[in-house]
């Protein structure tokens, strides 16, 4: 069984970093591809980054292409999302997911498997 645990969210001020990580167990050919979602109060969940588990291919969402990075760490058995420049709008629970479907990558239908999410709030 697949278990996804998120953690790093909290309170920053605009302008400051957080890093959030996702430990991921029992993924064994069922986590090929793994992405960070977030969704904001009164807002539809909306991707926001993705990779190949076992490839250097990334994407990411226009509003935070430049400021967040995702990586991962095979050993571990985790990604993390990196953010800096953190705005206000950037408030939400974020979430990791994972797919065994490759060629899943920003469609949230497609990813199974997920976290129980991090609160990330940014003061202005």
């Known amino acids: 069984q697949v278990l996804l645990v998120e953690s790093g969210g909290g309170l920053v001020q605009a302008a400051g970093s957080l890093r959030l990580s996702c430990a991921a167990s029992?993924?064994?050919?069922?986590?090929?591809?793994m992405g960070w979602f977030r969704q904001a109060p009164g807002k539809e969940r909306e991707f926001v980054a993705a990779m190949r588990w076992s490839g250097s291919q990334t994407y990411y969402a226009d509003s935070v292409k430049g400021r967040f990075t995702i990586s991962r760490d095979n050993v571990k058995n985790t990604v993390y999302l990196q953010m800096n420049s953190l705005e206000p709008e950037d408030t939400a629970v974020y979430y990791c997911?994972?797919?065994?479907?490759?060629?899943?990558?920003?469609?949230?239908?497609?990813?199974?498997?997920w976290g129980q999410g991090t609160q990330v709030t940014v003061s202005s």
């Open positions: 997911a994972a797919t065994s479907v490759p060629t899943t990558t920003t469609a949230m239908n497609g990813y199974p498997y």
């Open positions: 029992g993924c064994t050919f069922r986590c090929y591809n």
